[in-house]
């Protein structure tokens, strides 16, 4: 991969249209949402996306346009909610939802870490891979996997 860049001098209308596309070409498979703005504060781009890319993958290609960008991956509730269900059957507890204080049980001293914040820590740092669906935590090494999309869970 190499690092993106755009003409700084660019008006923001242009200069979104040259990102998104170049976003487009490094990532077909993912839909890129792309605003310019305008304020006190100066100007700045807000690039948004569902699944695909880490958010830091995305800074890097990003990181010679010379401009402010703000970067922000969405990944559905319903898939974080599944990443937690898997992850707690992955270590023996029973899930009942995703604010759920401890990871490991209730019965785990040591255990002070939210499943959420482990729930976001193990998506944000994942590359969602193209024509790919969530299929569980590898339950050694702690990584999402992943299945086709067309294929039955069952």
Same mark, same amino acid.
């Given at each position: 991969?190499? @690092?993106?860049? /755009?003409?700084?001098?660019?008006? =923001?209308?242009?200069?979104?249209?040259? +990102?998104?596309?170049? +976003?487009?070409?490094?990532?077909?498979?993912?839909?890129?949402?792309?605003?310019?703005? =305008?304020?006190?504060?100066?100007?700045? &781009?807000?690039?948004?996306?569902?699944?695909?890319? #880490?958010?830091?993958? &995305?800074?890097?290609? #990003?990181?010679? #346009?010379?401009?402010?960008? #703000? +970067? *922000?991956?969405?990944? @559905? !509730?319903?898939?974080?909610?599944?990443?937690?269900?898997? +992850?707690?059957?992955?270590?023996?507890?029973?899930?009942?939802? /995703?604010?759920?204080?401890? %990871?490991?049980?209730?019965? !785990? @001293?040591? !255990?002070?870490?939210?499943?959420? *914040? =482990?729930?976001?820590? %193990? &998506?944000?740092? *994942?590359?969602? @891979?193209?024509?790919?669906?969530?299929?569980?935590? !590898?339950? *050694?090494?702690?990584? %999402?996997?992943?299945?086709?999309?067309?294929?039955?869970?069952?």
């Amino acid at each position: 991969m190499t @690092p993106l860049s /755009i003409d700084r001098n660019l008006s =923001r209308r242009e200069f979104g249209k040259q +990102l998104k596309a170049a +976003l487009a070409a490094e990532w077909p498979h993912v839909k890129w949402s792309v605003r310019g703005y =305008r304020g006190s504060a100066g100007e700045w &781009v807000n690039v948004y996306w569902e699944f695909g890319p #880490t958010g830091e993958r &995305v800074r890097e290609f #990003t990181a010679n #346009t010379g401009r402010k960008l #703000t +970067l *922000t991956r969405s990944i @559905p !509730d319903t898939v974080l909610e599944e990443v937690a269900r898997s +992850l707690r059957e992955a270590n023996g507890v029973e899930f009942r939802d /995703i604010d759920q204080q401890h %990871l490991y049980g209730p019965e !785990d @001293p040591e !255990d002070t870490e939210r499943l959420g *914040t =482990r729930v976001h820590m %193990l &998506v944000s740092g *994942t590359e969602w @891979p193209a024509g790919k669906v969530f299929d569980g935590v !590898d339950s *050694t090494f702690g990584y %999402l996997t992943f299945r086709d999309e067309k294929e039955n869970q069952g």
